[in-house]
């Protein structure tokens, strides 16, 4: 019975290292073959080509590029994760705090998206057709559509500009009361609940309204089960797979996918810190930064892989 | 009020899929007094499960309770609010699905979902509610009685599970069963089995029932009263014996005349032209993964040899899992043998149909059991019947047009019917248009893997008598997968008996009396008869039962 769990976990780490490998060689690759050089981002346009030519000599920048991407790999087996280009710092360094914000971000937001988009949607598909369920489905199509930017700016607009209640910037450094972060994750807390809650809601209220019209459920109507009964007791934990993969792929945007929103409402994550490595073409700071949303993507399915299949006596 | 259940003038509608509104029940009343088990009998769309439904006033999806009353124990259903009806399922009308196989929630146990009617109305303690499962479980007869409960729904048998969804109906002393085809996906030994659980349990609580079913010789044994229902409207309703005996409807008899079918007559030089068509030789194939000697690690068939002479018909017979499905697809050359010999009209064959040649492809045709899943849904009926015309014979659209016409003929459908999607057809019309594209080929050999396992009697035996009559005419040869014996009885010549991939004994349609092998007697004894005192009659070695009776 636990073997079946524990065979999967074992086929998902190999497959993660995998694809790891395979998401970092592209994204080295694909950075390498961007235009503009990191020796000349450096030194800004006054250098002379003396100085670029020395600078790059001495970042290893002529060796082929495979070579300096094995040696990344290399490191990385110690614990290494490299040296930045742009500042020299050692990578590592530069991504914990960043991490940090990213993670503190993606929590809150998993805090008050989750429980708000299973509720909305199981709620939904239990009055399925009524005025309710119209109003969340045309509510969440809405906000599918609308891009994240526009939301951030419309609330940027309304809260900060007009009503004045709520910084525009969210620099966590100013951080000192609980009114103070409340103020300041507001805004990008509830832009990106806006963005991954559709989905789920979504998905939960079809996974929900599939299993509703099972015979089992009908079963249950006809042994004189109440609705939610029905619905909580016979239709939810059938559809929890679906459910939980659905939650895994909209939380793995919190990851990677954040980009927009640490962006305009400056907000120090890991999102924007690979951006800004991106324009120095600062190699190793990039490919630490792919493999961590990599890693958190994979963790998630495979989380929520397990959870399906806990949760379903035939393949326990 | 006399009767526990009167229902008077019964209107439904239903709203189909296009918006058009249909009325399914037109006017039904119907009387059952206490204690009394009334079967409704009619075919697929008479409306008999959503006349049963209704008496727990529930209307499927789609479906309108529109007028009339339903009294139940003195309450009318129909006028009831949802949440009083709700009071009444389970504890006063209680429900035996079709497949309890889907009407068990996967994610939990047994127990808890036998018991769960005690927890919605609060009638007794769990631990009580549990005592009283088991008891239950030990009047239907099921094995292991404390331990059964415990376990998951997929870890019981079809047969037991159909069991434990009585005991689930039972458990909150109900005064009305309704049984939905409860036995229709069994097999028939253990169809025996339950359905003399479920009689005895019955007759113990003196509980009133109501017995949906399209199969008379099962509802002969459980009913004292018979309501025979066609297109939403009561055709006759008698005893269950003035039914049998003495109906007055020509619908009716034309049920029970649909139940023996007629014998097909060995055609004269049938014994002269003994020419061997298809011989296959100790075949054996399987799933999983091979072993060492070449073999599948399960084995569905094993080492079966069998013959099929021109223009003579072989009937494959086993419960369901015997490998009979498989045999038929290794034969056809979709899943290849692992060992063994197929010789088709004195060539060998390759074992993989991809490795034969198209000829011998076009010579061997595969009718399959479900019609609306062979059948491309996005495709008239002309693309489907010309499509072989033109793989396997090259015609231009002209002469492709002209068959096509000529095998709807042949398989007794109008013309019309060609501009037709499959969704628009009939399951008899779906069947037909399925068979015509096996004979559009023009195929040596048809296997017809249970073919009419899907349709209702009447349509059924239409259907075997096209497939005589086309055997007439063309000189075809028909390997005939069933597990319906009266089916296989009226149109083969020899009767191949499957038990767990293997071939238990081969005999002739009149000798199935005096079969040998103790399966074949076994599963021969159980094929219900359309006497009412069969089952109670039946006597059964315990040991035959215990060794095949398994699931």
């Known amino acids: 019975m636990k073997s079946g769990v524990l065979n999967l976990v074992v086929k998902r780490l190999g497959i993660a290292v995998v694809t790891l490998l395979i998401v970092l060689f592209a994204v080295f690759f694909a950075t390498s073959m961007l235009p503009g050089d990191t020796a000349s981002i450096l030194l800004g346009q006054a250098a002379t080509p003396e100085a670029v030519a020395g600078l790059r000599e001495a970042m290893h920048l002529n060796d082929p590029a495979i070579l300096r991407f094995l040696r990344w790999l290399f490191g990385l087996l110690h614990g290494d994760l490299g040296t930045s280009y742009a500042n020299d710092m050692p990578v590592a360094a530069l991504i914990g705090g960043r991490l940090l914000n990213t993670m503190k971000l993606a929590g809150i937001t998993t805090l008050i998206s989750v429980p708000l988009a299973l509720t909305l949607g199981i709620t939904a598909a239990m009055l399925r057709g009524s005025l309710y369920d119209r109003a969340v489905t045309v509510l969440s199509i809405g906000v599918i559509s609308v891009p994240e930017f526009m939301v951030a700016t419309l609330a940027v607009l309304l809260?900060?500009?007009?009503?004045?209640?709520?910084?525009?910037?969210?620099?966590?450094?100013?951080?000192?009361?609980?009114?103070?972060?409340?103020?300041?994750?507001?805004?990008?807390?509830?832009?990106?609940?806006?963005?991954?809650?559709?989905?789920?809601?979504?998905?939960?209220?079809?996974?929900?309204?599939?299993?509703?019209?099972?015979?089992?459920?009908?079963?249950?109507?006809?042994?004189?089960?109440?609705?939610?009964?029905?619905?909580?007791?016979?239709?939810?934990?059938?559809?929890?797979g679906p459910i939980v993969n659905a939650v895994a792929l909209s939380l793995s945007y919190l990851v990677g996918g954040v980009i927009i929103v640490e962006t305009i409402f400056n907000y120090p994550g890991i999102a924007k810190l690979m951006v800004d490595a991106v324009a120095t073409r600062d190699l190793p700071l990039i490919q630490s930064c792919a493999m961590i949303f990599c890693l958190g993507y994979l963790l998630l399915i495979t989380a929520a892989d397990i959870v399906a299949i806990m949760s379903n006596p035939r393949l326990r | 009020m006399t009767n526990l259940v009167e229902v008077r003038n019964l209107k439904i509608e239903a709203t189909t899929d296009a918006g058009r509104v249909v009325e399914i029940i037109r006017g039904v009343s119907l009387d059952i007094p206490d204690g009394e088990i009334v079967a409704l009998i009619g075919e697929s769309g008479s409306g008999k499960t959503t006349l049963a439904l209704s008496l727990m006033g529930h209307a499927r999806p789609g479906c309108r309770i529109t007028g009339g009353e339903i009294n139940v124990n003195g309450m009318d259903m129909a006028a009831l609010s949802e949440k009083e009806r709700a009071k009444?399922?389970?504890?006063?009308?209680?429900?035996?699905?079709?497949?309890?196989?889907?009407?068990?929630?996967?994610?939990?146990?047994?127990?808890?979902?036998?018991?769960?009617?005690?927890?919605?109305?609060?009638?007794?303690?769990?631990?009580?509610?549990?005592?009283?499962?088991?008891?239950?479980?030990?009047?239907?007869?099921?094995?292991d009685p404390d331990g059964i409960g415990a376990r998951y729904p997929h870890q019981v048998s079809g047969g037991q599970l159909q069991r434990l969804a009585a005991a689930m109906a039972l458990i909150g002393d109900p005064k009305l069963v309704i049984f939905d085809e409860p036995t229709t996906a069994l097999d028939v030994t253990t169809q025996i089995d339950v359905l003399k659980a479920f009689k005895s349990v019955m007759r113990a609580g003196g509980i009133a029932g109501v017995y949906v079913s399209h199969d008379l010789a099962v509802v002969a044994q459980i009913a004292d009263r018979i309501v025979v229902l066609k297109g939403g409207e009561v055709q006759e309703t008698g005893t269950t014996a003035e039914i049998l005996s003495a109906a007055k409807q020509p619908y009716t008899r034309e049920l029970l005349a649909a139940f023996e079918p007629k014998r097909r007559q060995a055609h004269a030089g049938a014994e002269a032209a003994a020419n061997q068509l298809l011989r296959i030789d100790n075949v054996t194939a399987g799933y999983g993964a091979m072993r060492d000697d070449g073999l599948p690690l399960i084995r569905a068939v094993d080492s079966v040899s069998l013959i099929v002479e021109k223009g003579r018909n072989l009937g494959v017979i086993g419960e369901s899992g015997c490998g009979k499905s498989t045999l038929a697809r290794v034969i056809a050359g979709i899943h290849p043998a692992a060992a063994g010999d197929i010789t088709f009209d004195g060539k060998q064959l390759q074992r993989a149909a991809r490795k034969r040649s198209q000829d011998q492809l076009r010579e061997m045709q595969i009718v399959f059991q479900y019609a609306d899943t062979a059948l491309n849904p996005a495709k008239p009926v002309e693309d489907i019947i010309a499509r072989p015309l033109a793989f396997y014979h090259g015609l231009d659209r002209q002469a492709r047009s002209k068959r096509v016409d000529e095998l709807l003929d042949m398989v007794r459908l109008p013309k019309a019917l060609r501009y037709r999607h499959p969704s628009e057809l009939s399951?008899?019309?779906?069947?037909?248009?399925?068979?015509?594209?096996?004979?559009?080929?023009?195929?040596?050999?048809?296997?017809?893997?249970?073919?009419?396992?899907?349709?209702?009697?009447?349509?059924?035996?239409?259907?075997?008598?096209?497939?005589?009559?086309?055997?007439?005419?063309?000189?075809?040869?028909?390997?005939?997968?069933?597990?319906?014996?009266?089916?296989?009885?009226?149109?083969?010549?020899?009767?191949?008996?499957?038990?767990?991939?293997?071939?238990?004994?081969?005999?002739?349609?009149?000798?199935?009396?005096?079969?040998?092998?103790?399966?074949?007697?076994?599963?021969?004894?159980?094929?219900?008869?359309?006497?009412?005192?069969w089952l109670d009659g039946l006597v059964r070695d315990p040991e035959l039962v215990s060794q095949y009776g398994h699931r």
């Open chain 2, 88 to 143: 009444l399922r389970g504890t006063d009308i209680a429900y035996v699905p079709q497949s309890a196989a889907a009407s068990f929630n996967p994610a939990s146990t047994i127990m808890e979902q036998v018991i769960e009617v005690t927890r919605i109305h609060r009638l007794m303690p769990p631990a009580q509610a549990r005592k009283r499962a088991v008891e239950l479980f030990k009047a239907l007869s099921l094995p």
């Open chain 1, 159 to 240: 809260f900060a500009v007009y009503l004045r209640w709520l910084p525009a910037l969210s620099s966590v450094n100013e951080a000192h009361s609980l009114t103070d972060l409340v103020r300041i994750y507001a805004m990008p807390v509830i832009t990106l609940t806006f963005v991954i809650s559709a989905q789920m809601i979504r998905m939960t209220r079809a996974a929900v309204i599939e299993t509703l019209s099972t015979p089992y459920v009908e079963m249950a109507l006809l042994k004189g089960a109440s609705r939610s009964r029905m619905v909580l007791r016979h239709a939810l934990p059938n559809a929890l």
């Open chain 2, 427 to 533: 399951g008899g019309q779906k069947q037909r248009v399925n068979f015509a594209r096996a004979l559009a080929a023009d195929p040596k050999l048809i296997i017809c893997d249970e073919i009419t396992s899907a349709l209702d009697t009447v349509v059924a035996s239409a259907v075997i008598e096209l497939l005589k009559e086309l055997q007439r005419e063309l000189g075809l040869s028909y390997i005939f997968i069933s597990h319906d014996l009266s089916v296989v009885e009226a149109i083969c010549d020899e009767i191949m008996v499957m038990y767990d991939g293997q071939r238990v004994e081969q005999i002739t349609p009149d000798k199935v009396k005096a079969a040998t092998h103790p399966y074949s007697k076994l599963l021969f004894s159980s094929v219900p008869k359309l006497d009412p005192t």
